[in-house]
Protein backbone atom coordinates (compact mmCIF):
# COMPACT_ATOMS: atom_id res chain seq x y z
CA UNK A 1 0.00 0.00 0.00
CA UNK A 2 0.87 3.80 -0.23
CA UNK A 3 2.83 4.80 2.40
CA UNK A 4 5.55 7.39 3.90
CA UNK A 5 9.12 6.75 5.68
CA UNK A 6 10.73 9.84 7.53
CA UNK A 7 13.70 10.00 9.45
CA UNK A 8 12.96 10.12 12.86
CA UNK A 9 13.58 12.83 14.94
CA UNK A 10 14.17 14.49 17.75
CA UNK A 11 16.57 16.81 15.47
CA UNK A 12 18.40 19.49 17.37
CA UNK A 13 20.50 21.94 15.91
CA UNK A 14 21.96 25.07 16.12
CA UNK A 15 20.68 28.24 14.78
CA UNK A 16 22.05 29.51 11.45
CA UNK A 17 22.90 25.73 10.34
CA UNK A 18 21.34 23.88 7.53
CA UNK A 19 18.42 21.42 7.61
CA UNK A 20 17.92 18.40 6.16
CA UNK A 21 14.86 16.09 6.79
CA UNK A 22 14.43 12.83 5.16
CA UNK A 23 11.13 11.61 3.33
CA UNK A 24 10.86 8.62 0.85
CA UNK A 25 7.38 7.10 -0.30
CA UNK A 26 5.97 4.34 -1.81
CA UNK A 27 2.87 5.12 -4.40
CA UNK A 28 0.61 2.88 -6.68
CA UNK A 29 -1.07 5.43 -8.52
CA UNK A 30 -0.06 9.54 -8.95
CA UNK A 31 0.99 11.56 -5.78
CA UNK A 32 0.86 14.61 -4.72
CA UNK A 33 3.80 15.67 -2.19
CA UNK A 34 3.22 17.89 1.06
CA UNK A 35 5.05 19.10 4.23
CA UNK A 36 3.25 20.01 6.71
CA UNK A 37 4.46 21.76 9.67
CA UNK A 38 2.98 21.72 13.59
CA UNK A 39 4.15 24.55 16.11
CA UNK A 40 3.92 23.56 19.49
CA UNK A 41 -0.18 23.82 20.89
CA UNK A 42 -1.22 24.05 17.20
CA UNK A 43 -2.68 21.86 14.35
CA UNK A 44 -1.15 21.69 11.28
CA UNK A 45 0.11 23.86 8.81
CA UNK A 46 0.62 23.54 4.98
CA UNK A 47 4.54 24.45 4.61
CA UNK A 48 4.88 23.40 0.96
CA UNK A 49 3.93 21.23 -1.77
CA UNK A 50 4.91 19.36 -5.41
CA UNK A 51 2.00 17.57 -7.17
CA UNK A 52 4.07 16.32 -10.14
CA UNK A 53 7.58 15.18 -11.04
CA UNK A 54 10.29 17.17 -10.48
CA UNK A 55 8.24 19.62 -9.08
CA UNK A 56 10.24 21.96 -6.33
CA UNK A 57 8.06 23.52 -3.57
CA UNK A 58 9.49 26.22 -1.29
CA UNK A 59 8.33 28.78 1.00
CA UNK A 60 9.69 30.28 4.35
CA UNK A 61 13.33 29.16 2.92
CA UNK A 62 12.43 25.71 3.12
CA UNK A 63 12.54 23.62 0.08
CA UNK A 64 11.80 20.25 -1.27
CA UNK A 65 12.30 18.74 -4.84
CA UNK A 66 9.95 16.17 -6.00
CA UNK A 67 12.08 13.05 -7.29
CA UNK A 68 10.06 10.77 -8.70
CA UNK A 69 13.63 8.19 -9.75
CA UNK A 70 14.28 8.12 -6.05
CA UNK A 71 11.04 8.22 -4.68
CA UNK A 72 12.01 11.23 -2.38
CA UNK A 73 10.85 14.10 -1.04
CA UNK A 74 13.40 15.85 1.47
CA UNK A 75 13.14 19.13 3.07
CA UNK A 76 15.77 21.47 3.20
CA UNK A 77 16.77 24.86 4.97
CA UNK A 78 19.72 26.50 4.69
CA UNK A 79 19.79 28.59 7.91
CA UNK A 80 17.54 27.35 10.82
CA UNK A 81 16.02 30.18 13.35
CA UNK A 82 15.02 29.15 16.81
CA UNK A 83 11.36 30.33 15.59
CA UNK A 84 11.85 26.94 13.16
CA UNK A 85 11.21 24.65 15.81
CA UNK A 86 8.18 22.33 14.95
CA UNK A 87 7.20 19.15 14.52
CA UNK A 88 7.42 18.40 10.73
CA UNK A 89 5.40 15.74 8.61
CA UNK A 90 5.63 14.62 4.97
CA UNK A 91 2.54 13.34 3.62
CA UNK A 92 1.17 12.07 -0.11
CA UNK A 93 -1.95 12.12 -1.48
CA UNK A 94 -2.04 9.69 -4.39
CA UNK A 95 -5.12 9.96 -7.33
CA UNK A 96 -7.00 7.05 -7.70
CA UNK A 97 -9.14 8.04 -11.23
CA UNK A 98 -11.56 10.24 -9.70
CA UNK A 99 -11.53 9.24 -6.14
CA UNK A 100 -10.56 12.14 -3.56
CA UNK A 101 -6.90 11.26 -2.14
CA UNK A 102 -6.70 11.37 1.35
CA UNK A 103 -3.58 12.59 2.95
CA UNK A 104 -0.64 9.91 4.45
CA UNK A 105 1.69 10.89 6.75
CA UNK A 106 4.80 10.02 8.10
CA UNK A 107 5.49 10.19 12.00
CA UNK A 108 6.54 13.05 12.37
CA UNK A 109 10.25 14.71 12.78
CA UNK A 110 10.17 17.17 15.97
CA UNK A 111 12.95 19.44 15.58
CA UNK A 112 14.45 22.05 17.93
CA UNK A 113 16.85 24.79 17.31
CA UNK A 114 19.13 26.19 19.65
CA UNK A 115 20.10 29.67 20.09
CA UNK B 1 -12.68 34.34 8.24
CA UNK B 2 -12.17 31.44 11.06
CA UNK B 3 -11.13 28.68 8.60
CA UNK B 4 -11.63 25.05 10.49
CA UNK B 5 -13.00 25.36 14.12
CA UNK B 6 -13.15 22.33 16.46
CA UNK B 7 -14.39 22.17 20.05
CA UNK B 8 -14.26 21.39 22.51
CA UNK B 9 -9.93 22.12 22.90
CA UNK B 10 -9.38 19.44 26.15
CA UNK B 11 -12.26 16.97 26.79
CA UNK B 12 -11.90 13.95 29.75
CA UNK B 13 -14.30 10.84 29.68
CA UNK B 14 -14.44 8.20 31.56
CA UNK B 15 -14.70 4.65 30.20
CA UNK B 16 -17.74 4.27 28.45
CA UNK B 17 -19.19 7.51 27.98
CA UNK B 18 -20.18 9.05 25.18
CA UNK B 19 -19.24 12.01 23.07
CA UNK B 20 -18.93 14.37 20.04
CA UNK B 21 -16.46 16.43 18.84
CA UNK B 22 -17.11 19.38 16.67
CA UNK B 23 -15.86 20.40 13.89
CA UNK B 24 -17.03 23.67 11.32
CA UNK B 25 -15.34 25.22 8.04
CA UNK B 26 -16.28 28.31 6.70
CA UNK B 27 -14.41 27.42 3.35
CA UNK B 28 -17.42 26.30 1.56
CA UNK B 29 -14.78 23.17 0.91
CA UNK B 30 -16.49 20.12 0.13
CA UNK B 31 -14.31 17.24 1.30
CA UNK B 32 -13.40 16.91 5.57
CA UNK B 33 -11.91 14.96 7.31
CA UNK B 34 -11.02 13.68 11.04
CA UNK B 35 -7.60 12.56 12.07
CA UNK B 36 -6.58 11.41 15.23
CA UNK B 37 -2.28 11.74 16.29
CA UNK B 38 -0.93 9.82 18.85
CA UNK B 39 3.17 9.72 19.94
CA UNK B 40 5.58 8.32 16.79
CA UNK B 41 2.11 6.96 15.45
CA UNK B 42 1.95 10.30 13.31
CA UNK B 43 -1.55 11.09 11.65
CA UNK B 44 -4.05 8.45 10.85
CA UNK B 45 -7.35 8.90 8.84
CA UNK B 46 -10.31 8.23 10.78
CA UNK B 47 -13.15 9.02 8.69
CA UNK B 48 -13.57 11.77 5.76
CA UNK B 49 -16.55 12.69 3.32
CA UNK B 50 -16.46 14.70 -0.07
CA UNK B 51 -19.96 16.28 0.57
CA UNK B 52 -22.94 16.33 2.33
CA UNK B 53 -24.58 13.35 2.69
CA UNK B 54 -21.54 11.15 1.65
CA UNK B 55 -18.98 9.63 4.42
CA UNK B 56 -16.14 6.81 4.07
CA UNK B 57 -13.74 5.00 6.38
CA UNK B 58 -10.47 6.09 6.52
CA UNK B 59 -7.35 3.57 8.13
CA UNK B 60 -9.31 3.73 12.01
CA UNK B 61 -12.40 4.04 12.09
CA UNK B 62 -13.66 1.04 14.57
CA UNK B 63 -15.61 2.95 17.43
CA UNK B 64 -16.05 6.32 15.55
CA UNK B 65 -19.16 7.15 13.65
CA UNK B 66 -19.42 10.56 11.46
CA UNK B 67 -22.46 12.11 9.54
CA UNK B 68 -22.47 15.14 6.96
CA UNK B 69 -25.78 17.11 6.87
CA UNK B 70 -24.36 20.18 6.01
CA UNK B 71 -21.14 21.55 3.95
CA UNK B 72 -20.22 23.54 6.52
CA UNK B 73 -20.36 20.94 9.87
CA UNK B 74 -18.55 17.03 10.35
CA UNK B 75 -18.99 16.24 13.85
CA UNK B 76 -17.30 13.07 15.08
CA UNK B 77 -19.22 10.57 17.83
CA UNK B 78 -17.45 8.33 20.25
CA UNK B 79 -20.14 5.75 20.70
CA UNK B 80 -18.22 4.24 23.99
CA UNK B 81 -15.06 5.79 24.52
CA UNK B 82 -12.14 3.45 25.83
CA UNK B 83 -8.83 4.30 26.80
CA UNK B 84 -7.35 3.24 23.80
CA UNK B 85 -8.99 6.46 21.87
CA UNK B 86 -7.29 9.00 24.22
CA UNK B 87 -5.45 11.22 21.65
CA UNK B 88 -5.27 14.68 19.72
CA UNK B 89 -7.85 14.90 17.46
CA UNK B 90 -7.93 17.11 13.96
CA UNK B 91 -10.24 18.03 11.85
CA UNK B 92 -9.23 19.29 8.23
CA UNK B 93 -11.10 20.83 5.12
CA UNK B 94 -9.93 21.51 1.41
CA UNK B 95 -11.64 22.36 -1.87
CA UNK B 96 -12.69 21.11 -4.58
CA UNK B 97 -11.90 17.73 -3.52
CA UNK B 98 -8.95 17.23 -5.44
CA UNK B 99 -5.76 15.65 -4.26
CA UNK B 100 -3.50 18.09 -5.36
CA UNK B 101 -5.03 20.60 -2.91
CA UNK B 102 -3.93 21.92 0.72
CA UNK B 103 -5.99 20.26 3.14
CA UNK B 104 -6.79 23.12 6.11
CA UNK B 105 -6.27 21.61 9.46
CA UNK B 106 -8.63 22.61 12.46
CA UNK B 107 -6.40 23.53 16.25
CA UNK B 108 -7.26 19.69 17.57
CA UNK B 109 -8.98 18.33 20.41
CA UNK B 110 -7.08 16.91 23.32
CA UNK B 111 -9.25 13.64 24.66
CA UNK B 112 -8.48 11.76 27.68
CA UNK B 113 -10.08 8.53 28.31
CA UNK B 114 -10.26 7.32 31.98
Known amino acids: GDSVTQMEGPVTLSEEAFLTINCTYTATGYPSLFWYVQYPGEGLQLLLK?????DKGSNKGFEATYRKETTSFHLEKGSVQVSDSAVYFCALSVYYGGSQGNLIFGKGTKLSVKP | NAGVTQTPKFQVLKTGQSMTLQCAQDMNHEYMSWYRQDPGMGLRLIHY???????DQGEVPNGYNVSRSTTEDFPLRLLSAAPSQTSVYFC?????????????FGPGTRLTVL
Open chain 1, 50 to 54: ATKAD
Open chain 2, 49 to 55: SVGAGIT
Open chain 2, 92 to 104: ASSSPGSYTDTQY
